[in-house]
T-cell receptor
């Protein structure tokens, strides 16, 4: 069964550094998403992406964050000047279409900011 | 009630029994609902979804019930197995397009042997 894959599984970074989290969505999917989950808390929406541009973003997704689809398969989340509170699991998801379609999630990248 | 930080509501059931996990949602405009299962160290795994024009939908061993009047969603798992032990989240969405899902706080289901 096709799945969303994310790399790395765990990223440790010094505070103030930039990180790039990578995702390969399911190949025929057109909508891509990033979510985060702080330890023990619920999953929170960050941003959605369709047709090479951001469709929706939450209040969490401020100027520190950016997304990109650099080629036909990868979808990346960049976090500039990381802060301690950026430590979380970051999940990528994709859906075949938007609207009433299930989003399928990867297993996440655990980001630890020291 | 609300759960904060590590204190998820927990439901413990005997293997083979049925379980019901409940979720209250707040956005009356939500028209699409999904249940996800999350095992330790993994991402949310799609279980079943339901649209707001339905009040019940069945899958393999799972049933989702939607009560729009009281904004309540439930997931019934029949004949629970050890592999059902996980955290279960409900998620909601309104409208078409690429809106993100709004997740609930989750319920930790423990299957006792």
């Amino acid at each position: 069964e096709p799945e969303v894959t994310q790399t790395p599984s765990h990223q440790v970074t010094q505070m103030g550094q930039e990180v790039i989290l990578r995702c390969v969505p399911i190949s025929n999917h057109l909508y891509f998403y990033w979510y985060r989950q702080i330890l023990g808390q619920k999953v929170e929406f960050l941003v959605s992406f369709y047709n090479n541009e951001i469709s929706e973003k939450s209040e969490i997704f401020d100027d520190q964050f950016s997304v990109e689809r650099p080629d036909g398969s990868n979808f990346t989340l960049k976090i500039r000047s990381t802060k301690l509170e950026d430590s979380a699991m970051y999940f990528c998801a994709s859906s075949e279409l938007g609207g009433i379609q299930p989003q399928h999630f990867g297993d996440g990248t655990r980001l630890s900011i020291l | 009630g609300e759960s904060v930080g590590l204190h998820l509501p927990t439901l413990s059931v005997q293997e083979g029994d049925n379980s019901i996990i409940n979720c209250a949602y707040s956005n009356s405009a939500s028209d699409y609902f999904i249940w996800y299962k999350q095992e330790s160290g993994k991402g949310p795994q799609f279980i079943i979804d339901i649209r707001s024009n339905m009040d019940k939908r069945q899958g393999q061993r799972v049933t989702v019930l939607l009560n729009k009047t009281v904004k309540h969603l439930s997931l019934q798992i029949a004949a629970t197995q050890p592999g059902d032990s996980a955290v279960y989240f409900c998620a909601e969405k309104s409208g078409g397009g690429a809106d993100g899902l709004t997740f609930g706080k989750g319920t930790h289901l423990i299957i006792q042997p």
